[in-house]
């Protein structure tokens, strides 16, 4: 099993350039999320899945636009990336964690993006 | 202010010695306190939980929780280079079905042989 996998791994934009960073799962979880790492910042959660077919915001979802593909795939579009968005995004997937059920998240290797 | 807050450090100390790490929380929603740990240039992974209050161990590693004051913290005995990383606390938002998590800034330790 892969896990979590992330493409592309490095990525540098200009101001304004879109893109999409991808984010594949082969543990037939359903919900996956996108985190960006910022340092002294932690991790912060941009948008997440709880389940195929939904989508909702996190914590700071300006400037991204998130799409579930399908159960295995959930990617994250920036439009006109800035340089604040210059950062370390992480995918992640779970579980639907019940009651006593584990709430882990595994996470991919992330994606190094800078914007000039 | 932040619903999890962890100092960032740097902490750094010898090999062998005892790691106290901590994070304090404001939302008392809070029931299942995980921990995970993050080498440098990877993704975070996870090192233990533990609910409510009270202590869990595992090895080298001890969780321990004191819900009446909001404070988590996770030992580390016998500390090795092997455990230079950075440590996130990560309480789940209470009463989710899907475990969104809320992660503490990190705080980055060193362990010099």
């Known amino acids: 099993n892969a896990g979590v996998t992330q493409t592309p791994k490095f990525q540098v934009l200009k101001t304004g350039q879109s893109m999409t960073l991808q984010c594949a799962q082969d543990?037939?979880?359903?919900?996956m999320y996108w985190y960006r790492q910022d340092p002294g910042m932690g991790l912060r959660l941009i948008y997440y899945s709880a389940s195929e077919g939904t989508t909702d915001k996190g914590e700071v979802p300006n400037g991204y636009n998130v799409s579930r593909l399908n159960k295995r795939e959930f990617s994250l579009r920036l439009e006109s990336a800035a340089p604040s968005q210059t950062s370390v995004y992480f995918c992640?997937?779970?579980?639907?964690?019940?009651?006593?059920?584990?709430?882990?998240?595994?996470f991919g290797p992330g994606t190094r993006l800078t914007v000039t | 202010q932040k619903e999890v807050e962890q100092d960032p450090g740097p902490l750094s100390v010898p090999e062998g010695a005892i790691v106290s790490l901590n994070c304090t929380y404001s939302?008392?929603?809070?029931?299942?306190f995980m921990w995970y740990r993050q080498y440098s240039r990877k993704g975070p992974e996870l090192l233990m939980y533990?609910?409510?209050?009270g202590n869990k161990e595992d090895g080298r590693f001890t969780a321990q929780v004191d819900k009446s004051s909001k404070y988590i913290s996770l030992f580390i005995r016998d500390s090795q280079p092997s455990d230079s990383a950075t440590y996130l606390c990560?309480?789940?938002?209470?009463?989710?079905?899907?475990?969104?998590?809320?992660f503490g800034q990190g705080t980055i330790l060193t362990v010099h042989p």
């Open positions: 939302n008392s929603a809070f029931q299942y």
């Open positions: 543990m037939n979880h359903n919900s």
């Open positions: 990560a309480p789940p938002v209470g009463g989710t079905s899907y475990g969104k998590l809320t």
């Open positions: 533990t609910y409510s209050s």
């Open positions: 992640a997937s779970s579980e639907v964690a019940g009651v006593g059920g584990s709430y882990e998240q595994y």
